[in-house]
């Protein structure tokens, strides 16, 4: 089993680009999340969902958008690229929503804005 | 906004030693998560505790949860260069299922 998937790895934008990145967890979780990584600000949460067919905002949703595709996938689109979203994306899924159980994490995309 | 804090950010120590970090956070919570993060690497959970319960062990992992004082200390005893990574606290309180990560500690091991 692959856990959870994240593509691509990297990616480099010019500013006003868009693009979608794409998180796949074999695992049949109902919960997914997206977070993003920044030097010395830990994980900050931009978008989950609870369960297949909702998505709910997080911290930091400005300049973000979801779908939750199935119950495997769950993608991040930026639909206008800033040097603000430089950072490192990562998706986690849990088993289900109110277990306070523990997150998996995919390996995260490496994003520049340039 | 972060809850959970770790302290120090970053410690240094040789192999063999064992390594404390620290975990305060502010608010009342249902449970208390260990994540460790190599370098270029997602999170990998460690251990969680809950709300009800005071110490719990995983190998060479000791959690320990103090509520009165709101905060949790993780221990990793008889360290290896491979625990060389950056450690975080998540908490989840309240009525909020998604936890809180804290900005981290980085361990460095030296062989």
């Known amino acids: 089993n692959a856990g959870v998937t994240q593509t691509p790895k990297f990616q480099v934008l010019k500013t006003g680009q868009s693009m979608t990145l794409q998180c796949a967890q074999d695992?049949?979780?109902?919960?997914m999340y997206w977070y993003r990584q920044d030097p010395g600000m830990g994980l900050r949460l931009i978008y989950y969902s609870a369960s297949e067919g909702t998505t709910d905002k997080g911290e930091v949703p400005n300049g973000y958008n979801v779908s939750r595709l199935n119950k495997r996938e769950f993608s991040l689109r930026l639909e206008s690229a800033a040097p603000s979203q430089t950072s490192v994306y990562f998706c986690a899924t849990n088993l289900e929503w109110g277990l306070y159980d523990e997150q998996f994490f995919g390996p995260g995309t490496r994003l520049t804005v340039l | 906004s972060q809850q959970g804090e770790e302290d120090p950010q970053a410690l240094s120590i040789q192999e063999g030693e064992n390594a404390t970090m620290n975990c305060s956070y502010k608010?009342?919570?249902?449970?208390l998560q260990w994540y460790r993060q190599n370098s270029g690497r997602g999170l990998v959970h460690l251990i969680l505790?809950?709300?009800?319960?005071r110490e719990k062990h995983s190998g060479r992992l000791r959690v320990t949860l103090d509520t009165s004082k709101k905060s949790s200390s993780l221990l990793i005893t008889a360290s290896r260069a491979a625990d060389t990574a950056s450690y975080f606290c998540?908490?989840?309180?309240?009525?909020?299922?998604?936890?809180?990560f804290g900005r981290g500690t980085s361990l460095i091991v030296h062989p």
């Open positions: 505790i809950r709300s009800n319960e």
């Open positions: 608010t009342s919570i249902n449970n």
């Open positions: 998540a908490t989840a309180s309240g009525g909020s299922y998604i936890p809180t």
């Open positions: 695992m049949n979780h109902n919960s």
